[in-house]
């Protein structure tokens, strides 16, 4: 018999494979283990790990010694520019919840989450959800309700992640007023927040390690919009910083009024206002708010003013600080 005629199988289990189609598939695999591990490494190499970090200060009553804010489902939106491969856009979930203090975040900032997004991605909006809020006035803790559970900031300026050193860093700066008069122990959170994208470099350091705190450089106070120094101690009233602005959709509540609807076409939001002096009311009176209407009251410093409204159904309210005025709401 001769052997040019011979074929060797190669036995696997119980499939009998020609010795050269067998090779044949041991290199195709190979092949393709060193393609996916090629491709996986860029796509890994080509991302970045963002900090999301969070500032203060609050406007809180007098005597306020805490403000805890328990937080969770942190997430970034990012659109992605450029061509590469594995750019995408959509909501990245960033890994990290608990409880922050903010009345200690004056002139701080503190990791609160990690999210890990493509190469060349643009961070335009952030958002978390607010599960618990407590307050601590004179060694007296007062739970502290917020009508909007889930908190969407947009990042204002470029919000393009250059680096693995970066961080979405978010100035959330509520204000928590006293329902019904000081004394009587029921404690409401207006929540207000804008957000700025920050790159490290020589002056800004950012720690992605989830508790860590950095105080703010001077630098990124520039880019927030704030003041060198502003806020106060916590040992009393602090001022909410001037032309602050929130986004509020149908379901969501700024200072005393929950928007039920936003209308482009006519330029009005519609929904509930609510009496907070001189006595609290629970139940709120039928109102429309056209661009220049404002809510709230000035005595607390919670007064905003409608300044746009979007053809996404959001409205845009414009903080007018009053802080001239605090302390005279009437009890």
Not at 84 to 106: E, F, K, R, Y
Not at 164 to 170: D, F, G
Request: charged share 5%.
């Amino acid at each position: 018999m001769g052997y040019k005629n011979i074929f060797l199988h190669l036995i696997i289990g119980d499939v009998a494979v020609d010795s050269k189609l067998a090779l044949g598939v041991i290199v195709l695999a190979v092949i393709v283990l060193a393609l996916t591990y090629v491709v996986s490494s860029d796509v890994f190499a080509s991302g970045s790990n963002v900090a999301v970090q969070m500032t203060d200060p609050p406007s809180v009553p007098s005597g306020t010694q805490q403000l805890l804010i328990s937080y969770s489902s942190v997430q970034v939106h990012t659109e992605s520019i450029g061509n590469l491969s594995g750019n995408q856009s959509g909501w990245v979930t960033a890994s990290g919840s608990g409880t922050v203090n903010l009345v200690a975040l004056t002139n701080v900032s503190q990791t609160i989450a990690n999210a890990h997004v493509t190469a060349n991605a643009v961070i335009n909006v952030v958002r978390f959800n607010i599960t618990s809020a407590k307050i601590v006035i004179n060694g007296t803790t007062y739970n502290v309700s917020s009508p909007n559970s889930q908190i969407t900031v947009a990042v204002t300026g470029s919000g393009k992640i250059n680096s693995n050193a970066s961080s979405v860093l978010i100035d959330f700066y509520p204000t928590v007023t006293a329902r019904g008069g000081a004394t009587a122990g029921s404690y409401m959170l207006v929540p207000a927040a804008r957000a700025v994208v920050v790159n490290g470099n020589a002056t800004v350091s950012i720690n992605t390690n989830i508790g860590s705190t950095a105080a703010i450089s001077g630098s990124v106070k520039a880019k927030l919009g704030l003041g060198i120094g502003i806020g106060g101690s916590g040992s009393g009233n602090t001022t909410t910083s001037a032309n602050s602005t929130v986004e509020v959709r149908a379901g969501q509540r700024v200072s005393n009024f929950m928007a039920e609807s936003v209308n482009y076409s006519s330029g009005t939001v519609s929904g509930l206002l609510y009496i907070e002096y001189p006595v609290a009311r629970n139940v709120g009176t039928n109102t429309t708010l056209h661009v220049n209407s404002t809510i709230g009251y000035a005595c607390d410093n919670t007064q905003f003013k409608l300044e746009s409204i979007y053809s996404n159904s959001t409205a845009l309210f414009v903080h007018i600080n009053n802080t001239a005025t605090i302390g005279g709401c009437p009890i």
